[in-house]
């Protein structure tokens, strides 16, 4: 898909460029200086473009890595907190946090990359744990301290599964891939002023290459949760084998 978009990118520049060297005729000199500066402008705004949108989608795919690894670590609190506070009395709290990290990691992260939302099975374990927490009734400050703990921990996770939900339905803008494509096709025609040698048509062909390299990443890190820059539930994954969870 990566070549794919690069190869497209190249042929709308060289179409681009061609189309523009069709139009002018035989350009000469005198019109170097206007469509070096028309260039200059046009691909200083368009590389600035692009690199905004592309650090804030890399920040966002990065938060949401770093949430991951937040939330996998809450989920272990709580469950090692019920050990420490009646591994009897609150083995259905373990149990909830089992079967809600094997939710979210088999099933919720597919349906967050289908564009489905969040998988109401695994707020149904959330809320059952939340419940068991709640009606905790501590008999010392040790329990005290686990409960208060545990509650904390719960929250962390409920945060971090809304600010996974905005981050899913969260997409680039259709506008920026308008001033994109329209970027690089000014940008192209800018050149008709060189003639169609070989050397030329390399170097507009790399500058249109890499340009459409960009524009793949932007939009594969736009929804971390699909191809073609899935992130991986790695966290979880760890966490369920650590606790007998699953594979």
Known sequence: MGLMVVTATITISIASYVFARWVSGAPNDRHKDMAGAMVARIGALHGLIIALVFAQEMAAYQRI??????????????????????????APLQ??????????????????????????????????????????????????????????????????????DGEAITMVAGFFWLAAITGVILIAIGYYIF???????????????????????????????????SLSPLPFDRLAVALGAGP
């Open 65 to 90: 890595e770093t949430q991951t690894a937040v939330e996998a670590s809450a989920i272990a609190d709580v469950y090692n907190d019920a050990a420490r506070y009646d591994p009897v009395a609150l």
């Open 95 to 164: 149990r909830d946090m089992r079967a809600y990290l094997d939710v979210v990691r088999v099933k919720e992260w597919a349906r967050l990359g289908a564009g489905e939302g969040l998988e109401p099975e695994a707020w149904a374990h959330w809320e059952n744990a939340y419940d068991i927490v709640l009606d905790l009734v501590p008999a010392n400050p040790r329990q005290e301290s686990l409960r208060d703990h545990m509650l904390s921990s719960i929250h962390t996770i409920a945060a971090s599964r809304d600010q996974r």
């Open 195 to 229: 003639p169609p040698e070989r050397q030329n048509l390399v170097l507009l062909a790399l500058f249109s290459g890499y340009t459409g390299a960009i524009l793949f990443l932007i939009y594969g890190f736009s929804n971390p949760f699909s191809p073609p820059m």
